[in-house]
């Protein structure tokens, strides 16, 4: 499970936000999560209330947009968008061929903070 990984590393990320700006609590955190970052959207929410554990981000809500992944396909010569890793067949016309082109991976995308 890499999930725990990248929510320590996350986690290391918003508390240096977080102190840098003078803030004493994290409240709420946006992640986007790719279609094709092998990452698993209900893993990294129980990773991530886990990893928050004592730190100034518990009890944080947590909110994941999954992104769509752009894929080129050669055979429509047009960009077409893919929600799932699992599903790689044009959905215009069917080819096997598709190239990815912009799968966002996993990003932190804000941190809502209170500063006291």
Request: with cysteine; charged share 20%.
């Amino acid at each position: 499970m890499h999930e725990i990984t990248l929510c320590q590393r996350a986690l290391e990320i918003v508390e240096q936000q977080a102190a840098a700006n003078g803030a004493t609590r994290v409240t709420a955190v946006w992640l986007k999560v790719g279609a094709f970052s092998c990452v698993e959207p209900s893993a990294v929410s129980f990773c991530f209330e886990m990893v928050c554990r004592g730190t100034i981000a518990e009890g944080c809500q947590l909110h994941i947009e999954e992104q769509k992944a752009e894929c080129w396909c050669p055979a429509c010569q047009d960009y077409v968008q893919l929600l799932s890793q699992h599903v790689r067949l044009c959905p215009q016309c069917g080819s096997n061929q598709l190239r990815i082109v912009a799968d966002d991976g996993f990003q932190i995308q804000r941190i809502e903070v209170i500063e006291e």
